[in-house]
C-alpha cells in the first residue's frame, strides 16, 4: 500500500511540474497579454494543485497535509480574483493595448 | 450575535488548526484572546462597509455536486489550454463576448464570474450589473460558455431556483 | 525526487521571470510576478519536505497571502498612484 502512495504521489508531483514547464511556455509563447494570462492560470490551477497534492499524500494524514490542504484552498480562490483584477486594470487603462481578437469570433466587440 | 460568534469559532478552530498547540492553556488563551479582536475588527469594518448576508445558498445535493464538477471542468480545460501551448502553429482564437447570468444574488453571479476565471482559457473582464463580458482564448471556450451548462448549474446552487 | 520537483519549479521560475523582463506593458510585469509568487510558494513547501522540516508550510502559506495582496496593492497604486483612498478619481461602480 505503502509504494502505491508513494508512485501515486511521484506521478502528481511530475504532472504538476509538467504543467507548470508548459504554463511557463505559454507565458513566453503567447502574443498579447489578455492570452498570456490564460497561460498564468494553468500554474495557478493544475500546477499547483498537483504539486500539493503530490506533497499531501507524502505527508499523510498529519497537520502538514491540513496547512497544505489550506495552502491550495486559499490559492484556488485568490488566483481569480487577482486575475479579474489584473485584466480590468489592464482594460480600463486608456494606454494598454486592446487584446487582438480573432476575426470572425461570436458576437465580438470591436 | 449568531454571526459573530461562528465567526469566533472559525477563527479559533483556524487558529488550533495552524498552531498544532492543544495542551498549553496560557497559549490557548492568547488564541482566543487574538480571535477576539479579529471578530471586534470584523464588527468594525461591518458598520462602515457592510456584506450581503452570506448564507444565500442552498445547502444541498447541488452544492455537493457543483465543486466535483467544476474540477472536472478545470482539469479538462487545462489540457486543452496545455495542448494548444504546445502545438507549434498556436491555434488559438481569441474572443470577448457579453453573457446575461441567470443567477438573481449578487453571490450567485460572483461563483458564476470566479469559476469561468478559475477555468483556464476564460477570463470574466468585467461583472456589473447584469451582465458578464469575458474574455476566452479559443472560438470553442466562448461558445460553450454561450451554451450556459455553467451558467445553469451555478443558478441551481441558489435558494429558490429549480 | 524532490529535488527534481524542485528543478522543475525553479525552471518555470525562470520562463515567468523572462516575461517580467521582456514583458511589453506594465499589466504583463505583474502578472509574471504574481505567478512568480505563486511558484515561490511552491517551493518552499518542496523545499520543506526536501530537508524535513515542516514549519516551512506556514511560511509557504504566510507567502501566499501576502503575494496575493501585494498584487493587489501594486494594482491600486498604478490603477490611482495612491495606496489609500482614491480621492482624486470620481467615484466609479465596481473599480477594483
Known sequence: MAWLIDGLSWLAL?????FMIVGGVGLLRM???YTRLHA???TDTLGAGLILLGLMLQGGWTLVSAKLLLILLFLWFTSPTATHALVKAALSDPENPRPLLHEDAPSSKS | MLHALSL???CLGLWLLLSGLFDNPLLLS???LSCTLVVFVAWRVEQVDPEEQPLRLRFGPQLILYWPWLLRQVVLANIDVARRILDPKLPIS???IQLKPSQRSELGRVIYANSITL???????????????????TREGADALLAGGMDRRVAGLERGNP | MFAAAAFGILACMVLAMARALLGPTVYDRIMAVNAFGTKTVLIIAVLGFMSGRPDFMDIALVYALINFIGTIAVLKFIRYGDMGWPRNVPDEPGDL
Open chain 1, 31 to 33: 502574443p498579447d497579454f
Open chain 1, 14 to 18: 511530475l504532472g504538476g511540474v509538467f
Open chain 2, 94 to 96: 481569441p474572443a470577448l
Open chain 2, 8 to 10: 469566533w469559532l472559525f
Open chain 1, 40 to 42: 498564468a492560470s494553468i
Open chain 2, 30 to 32: 492568547f488564541g482566543a
Open chain 2, 119 to 137: 477555468t483556464p482559457g476564460t477570463v470574466t473582464t468585467s461583472l456589473s450589473g447584469d451582465s458578464l463580458e469575458v474574455h476566452a482564448l
